[in-house]
């Protein structure tokens, strides 16, 4: 019906691929589009997922982003176009990091269960690759620890210096497995699980605690600009 708003909208913009969900009665639409250009992907493929589900922005009632961290760019696409309609229409908004999105899809995983059964006092540890030789970690156990922006050589050799057992989640260049850069030193989590799912972005819309900071941005890498004034 026209003006009820009862569409969730989900958004990961901040890298490539670009991951899109509307859902609307239940029922989920999804789309996965490679490329850096986002803000060239993001209206038209809003546009075909909405007209698969029968409505239109107007009839958003929540959006759900992936606030970083990843390119710059990319995260203020998700952020603008999300406080755009908390503004216009008076959508909720909900936030969550990608290390926060691999962790819940990775600690519901059959693998993780059985490996922290087996490893009580173990941590999660979610990689995910940022630019060039560049990587991004953020470690959780009792309690979450802050995330990094790393090296390649810095990110090994914190992994390396933990005392407890590691399950390692997260992407490495062109969103591969981790394989390669961890040379099996630590037990992985399955890639499919690596990866933000639609559904999980739909999941977060559900859940007000992500309502808070939902427009905060985590860039963790600073802006070329603020480099070069340092």
């Given amino acids: 019906m026209p003006g009820i708003k009862d569409v969730i909208i989900g958004l990961d913009t901040s890298s490539s691929p670009l991951v899109a969900v509307v859902e609307r009665g239940g029922k989920k639409y999804a789309s996965r589009r490679k490329g850096v250009k986002q ?16 409505a239109d922005l107007t009839h958003t009632a929540k959006v759900a982003i992936i606030r970083g961290p990843g390119r710059f760019t990319g995260i203020r696409i998700s952020l603008t176009f999300a406080s755009m309609l908390k503004y216009l229409s008076g959508a909720k908004v909900y936030g969550i ?5 691999v962790r819940l899809q990775v600690a519901a995983s059959k693998r993780f269960l059985t490996w922290k059964a087996q490893n009580p006092a173990g941590s999660l540890a979610v990689v995910w690759h940022a630019f060039r030789e560049e990587y991004f970690l953020q470690i959780f156990n ?14 090994l050799a914190r992994l390396a210096a933990r005392k407890e057992p590691l399950f390692v989640a997260g992407a490495d260049k062109e969103h591969t497995p981790l394989e390669t850069l ?3 030193r630590y ?15 739909v999941a977060v819309a559900q859940n007000d605690a992500y309502q808070k900071d939902a427009l905060e941005p985590l860039y963790l890498k600073p802006a070329r600009f603020e480099l070069l004034g340092k």
């Avoid at 009792?142 to 990110?155: K, T, Y």
């Fill in 182 to 184: 961890l040379e099996g």
């Fill in 39 to 54: 803000e060239r992907l993001l209206f038209p493929v809003l546009k075909q997922l909405l007209t698969k589900a029968g």
């Fill in 97 to 101: 990091t990608v290390f926060e999105a």
């Fill in 187 to 201: 037990t992985l989590a399955d890639f499919k699980d690596c990866i933000v799912r639609p559904e999980t972005l």
């Fill in 142 to 155: 009792a309690q979450s620890e802050a995330p990094q922006w790393l090296s390649r050589e810095e990110l």
